[in-house]
């Protein structure tokens, strides 16, 4: 249970330099969740659907927003990134990324198990992890800082981040405008979101969440994205108290 003032909480008022990433993979990701599993697919199958049957001209740029200690946004969009941007704004996290670049833990190849039941990822050309660690740099940086570069990566994901840093509704849907508008027109995009989180522990302290369903996950998509797809996974397989599913958004920036 949280403190009524946990629902007072702006990002700018957490502590997120004491964010436990190792104790955040073992409660979340040291084996894969059903849910997890199921958004994979869903993403994997968008991604791959969108780059067949689209022309693309140029290197594509993919940028994980808020990545935390999540490993399986970015694995996602291995098979057509030359470059992926993992920004990260608590300084814990960003070590922890740093120390994935090179050769990343063992309890990431299940999430890789399921992306490579596609073609699209078992024909990759080379491993997973020498792909990753030639395509991935780790930024640390604010998400609202993000307006500085409008329009500037082609493939976008955000997993767990704009209604798990605030119990501001306003501050939620500034996130996801910011991430958004960071990608190019068409550019295709996932983000997952917590359904009416009412907070989460990473180690000893707790972080807020704004509670959110699906219809405010489409509001704040609807000026900005076409295409858009909002799903449920059904496992319905809770790995912590305090919420009650995940909501998938898949689409393009409008």
């Not at 190849?109 to 073609?119: N, S, T, Y």
């Not at 609202?144 to 981040?161: I, Q």
């Not at 000026?223 to 449920?232: C, E, G, L, N, Q």
Request: hydrophobic residues 40%; contains cysteine.
């Amino acid at each position: 249970m949280t403190s009524r003032s946990s629902w007072n909480t702006r990002n700018s008022d957490v502590a997120w330099a004491k964010f436990d990433p190792i104790a955040y993979v073992d409660h979340n990701y040291r084996c894969i969740q059903e849910d997890d599993a199921e958004i994979l697919r869903i993403v994997r199958d968008h991604f791959a659907d969108h780059f067949r049957t689209t022309d693309t001209t140029g290197p594509v740029s993919g940028i994980d927003v808020g990545s935390g200690p999540n490993l399986y946004p970015a694995l996602a969009m291995l098979p057509w990134c030359e470059e992926i941007t993992l920004l990260e704004y608590s300084p814990a996290n960003v070590r922890y990324l740093e120390g994935q670049v090179m050769s990343y833990d063992a309890n990431w190849d299940q999430f890789w198990d399921v992306l490579r039941e596609h073609e699209a990822y078992r024909s990759l050309g080379m491993g997973p992890r020498d792909r990753f660690c030639r395509a991935v740099e780790v930024k640390e940086g604010d998400l609202f800082d993000l307006a500085r570069h409008e329009g500037r990566w082609s493939l976008g994901t955000m997993f767990f981040v704009a209604e798990s840093m605030t119990s501001s509704r306003p501050e939620f849907r500034l996130g996801v405008e910011r991430f958004l508008r960071a990608l190019t027109p068409g550019a295709p995009f996932a983000a997952a979101f917590m359904e009416h989180s009412m907070g989460h522990h990473a180690g000893e302290h707790f972080f807020p969440a704004c509670d959110v369903g699906e219809p405010e996950v489409q509001a704040s998509l609807d000026a900005f994205a076409i295409d858009v797809t909002v799903v449920r996974p059904q496992s319905h397989a809770q790995v912590r108290d305090g919420y009650s599913g995940m909501i998938l958004a898949c689409g393009r920036r409008r």
